[in-house]
Protein backbone atom coordinates (compact mmCIF):
# COMPACT_ATOMS: atom_id res chain seq x y z
CA UNK A 1 0.00 0.00 0.00
CA UNK A 2 2.83 2.30 0.70
CA UNK A 3 4.81 1.54 -2.27
CA UNK A 4 2.01 2.32 -4.78
CA UNK A 5 1.01 5.80 -2.22
CA UNK A 6 4.56 6.79 -3.08
CA UNK A 7 4.29 5.93 -7.11
CA UNK A 8 1.02 7.69 -7.06
CA UNK A 9 2.63 11.33 -5.11
CA UNK A 10 5.37 10.61 -7.70
CA UNK A 11 3.57 10.97 -10.73
CA UNK A 12 1.94 13.59 -9.78
CA UNK A 13 5.05 15.44 -8.74
CA UNK A 14 6.11 14.82 -12.21
CA UNK A 15 2.88 15.68 -14.20
CA UNK A 16 2.92 19.04 -11.93
CA UNK A 17 6.48 19.79 -13.25
CA UNK A 18 5.33 19.13 -16.77
CA UNK A 19 2.19 21.38 -16.55
CA UNK A 20 4.74 23.98 -15.00
CA UNK A 21 7.75 23.79 -17.19
CA UNK A 22 4.83 23.60 -20.24
CA UNK A 23 3.57 27.06 -18.39
CA UNK A 24 6.52 28.82 -18.14
CA UNK A 25 7.61 27.78 -21.82
CA UNK A 26 4.50 29.60 -22.98
CA UNK A 27 4.91 32.62 -20.57
CA UNK A 28 8.38 32.76 -22.08
CA UNK A 29 6.91 32.26 -26.14
CA UNK A 30 4.53 35.46 -24.97
CA UNK A 31 6.56 37.80 -23.85
CA UNK A 32 9.30 37.01 -26.70
CA UNK A 33 6.24 37.96 -28.81
CA UNK A 34 5.56 41.13 -27.05
CA UNK A 35 9.41 41.81 -27.28
CA UNK A 36 8.75 40.94 -31.33
CA UNK A 37 6.08 43.71 -31.79
CA UNK A 38 7.58 46.46 -30.56
CA UNK A 39 10.26 46.09 -33.20
CA UNK A 40 9.51 47.88 -36.41
CA UNK A 41 9.67 44.70 -38.44
CA UNK A 42 6.80 43.71 -35.56
CA UNK A 43 5.07 47.68 -36.15
CA UNK A 44 5.23 46.66 -39.93
CA UNK A 45 3.58 43.32 -39.48
CA UNK A 46 0.58 44.02 -37.20
CA UNK A 47 -0.07 47.18 -39.59
CA UNK A 48 -0.03 45.15 -42.27
CA UNK A 49 -2.37 42.54 -40.58
CA UNK A 50 -4.79 45.51 -39.60
CA UNK A 51 -4.47 46.79 -43.01
CA UNK A 52 -7.02 45.79 -45.98
CA UNK A 53 -4.04 43.42 -47.70
CA UNK A 54 -4.09 41.42 -44.32
CA UNK A 55 -7.14 41.14 -44.26
CA UNK A 56 -7.97 39.94 -47.51
CA UNK A 57 -5.07 37.33 -46.84
CA UNK A 58 -6.26 36.38 -43.80
CA UNK A 59 -9.45 35.30 -45.37
CA UNK A 60 -8.46 33.62 -48.12
CA UNK A 61 -6.52 31.56 -45.82
CA UNK A 62 -10.05 30.91 -43.48
CA UNK A 63 -11.40 29.32 -46.70
CA UNK A 64 -8.76 26.43 -47.04
CA UNK A 65 -8.14 26.23 -43.25
CA UNK A 66 -10.29 23.21 -43.00
CA UNK A 67 -8.76 21.53 -45.94
CA UNK A 68 -5.27 21.87 -44.34
CA UNK A 69 -6.16 21.05 -40.81
CA UNK A 70 -7.45 17.29 -42.56
CA UNK A 71 -4.97 17.09 -44.79
CA UNK A 72 -7.78 16.82 -47.45
CA UNK A 73 -7.60 17.38 -51.46
CA UNK A 74 -8.16 20.67 -52.68
CA UNK A 75 -9.17 21.17 -55.90
CA UNK A 76 -6.49 23.73 -57.81
CA UNK A 77 -6.58 25.82 -61.08
CA UNK A 78 -3.30 26.83 -62.46
CA UNK A 79 -3.22 30.48 -63.13
CA UNK A 80 0.79 31.04 -63.87
CA UNK A 81 3.74 29.53 -64.07
CA UNK A 82 5.75 31.94 -62.19
CA UNK A 83 5.98 33.84 -58.75
CA UNK A 84 5.00 37.18 -58.37
CA UNK A 85 8.25 39.75 -58.63
CA UNK A 86 11.19 38.93 -56.07
CA UNK A 87 9.95 35.78 -54.94
CA UNK A 88 12.19 33.96 -52.48
CA UNK A 89 9.78 31.03 -52.06
CA UNK A 90 11.65 28.41 -53.73
CA UNK A 91 9.85 27.22 -56.89
CA UNK A 92 6.24 27.20 -57.24
CA UNK A 93 3.49 28.34 -59.61
CA UNK A 94 0.17 30.36 -58.72
CA UNK A 95 -3.38 28.69 -58.11
CA UNK A 96 -6.61 29.41 -57.93
CA UNK A 97 -8.70 27.03 -55.10
CA UNK A 98 -11.91 28.52 -53.90
CA UNK A 99 -12.12 31.17 -56.06
CA UNK A 100 -9.06 32.66 -54.56
CA UNK A 101 -5.25 33.23 -55.32
CA UNK A 102 -2.42 31.29 -53.53
CA UNK A 103 1.29 31.03 -54.24
CA UNK A 104 1.62 27.15 -54.57
CA UNK A 105 5.40 27.13 -52.92
CA UNK A 106 7.38 23.58 -52.94
CA UNK A 107 10.64 25.23 -51.53
CA UNK A 108 14.45 25.48 -52.86
CA UNK A 109 14.93 23.56 -56.48
CA UNK A 110 17.97 21.49 -55.10
CA UNK A 111 17.60 18.32 -56.78
CA UNK A 112 15.64 18.82 -59.26
CA UNK A 113 12.73 17.12 -57.61
CA UNK A 114 10.02 19.34 -59.45
CA UNK A 115 10.38 18.22 -62.87
CA UNK A 116 6.78 16.33 -63.05
CA UNK A 117 5.23 19.84 -61.68
CA UNK A 118 6.84 21.78 -64.12
CA UNK A 119 4.64 19.79 -67.05
CA UNK A 120 2.25 21.79 -65.70
CA UNK A 121 0.44 24.66 -67.85
CA UNK A 122 -1.89 27.40 -67.08
CA UNK A 123 -5.43 26.56 -66.82
CA UNK A 124 -4.38 22.76 -65.61
CA UNK A 125 -6.59 21.52 -62.81
CA UNK A 126 -5.04 19.61 -60.27
CA UNK A 127 -5.35 18.20 -56.96
CA UNK A 128 -3.49 19.40 -53.73
CA UNK A 129 -3.39 18.13 -50.57
CA UNK A 130 -1.09 20.50 -47.86
CA UNK A 131 -0.05 20.65 -44.23
CA UNK A 132 -0.12 24.65 -43.73
CA UNK A 133 -0.40 28.10 -45.35
CA UNK A 134 1.31 30.61 -44.51
CA UNK A 135 1.41 34.60 -45.34
CA UNK A 136 4.12 37.74 -45.59
CA UNK A 137 3.45 41.73 -45.96
CA UNK A 138 5.87 40.81 -49.21
CA UNK A 139 2.83 38.95 -50.86
CA UNK A 140 -0.45 39.63 -51.56
CA UNK A 141 -1.69 35.97 -51.45
CA UNK A 142 -1.67 33.29 -48.72
CA UNK A 143 1.24 30.95 -49.53
CA UNK A 144 0.50 26.94 -49.24
CA UNK A 145 2.98 24.40 -48.58
CA UNK A 146 3.03 21.93 -52.09
CA UNK A 147 2.84 19.04 -49.82
CA UNK A 148 1.26 16.82 -52.58
CA UNK A 149 0.30 17.24 -55.87
CA UNK A 150 -2.35 15.32 -58.72
CA UNK A 151 -3.11 15.72 -61.84
CA UNK A 152 -6.19 13.57 -63.67
CA UNK A 153 -5.69 10.83 -60.97
CA UNK A 154 -1.53 10.81 -61.70
CA UNK A 155 0.59 11.99 -58.80
CA UNK A 156 3.21 14.54 -59.57
CA UNK A 157 4.75 15.64 -56.46
CA UNK A 158 4.43 14.01 -52.91
CA UNK A 159 7.50 15.88 -50.52
CA UNK A 160 8.85 13.43 -48.30
CA UNK A 161 9.38 13.69 -44.57
CA UNK A 162 12.71 14.87 -43.43
CA UNK A 163 14.50 12.14 -41.53
CA UNK A 164 15.07 12.86 -37.71
CA UNK A 165 12.37 15.64 -37.76
CA UNK A 166 9.55 15.96 -35.97
Known sequence: MRKSNHLLLFSMLMLSNLAFANNESK????????????????????KWESSAAGKKVYA???RIRKSIKEFSNM???????KLPAGSRLG?????RIKDEDFILSFG???KNEFDQIRGLKVNDKIVI????VSHAPKYAYPIVAGDYVERDGKL???RIPGKGGC
Open 60 to 62: SES
Open 91 to 95: YGVMV
Open 129 to 132: KSHS
Open 27 to 46: MDNKAALKKWEATPEGIFFK
Open 108 to 110: PDL
Open 156 to 158: LYK
Open 75 to 81: EAIVTSL
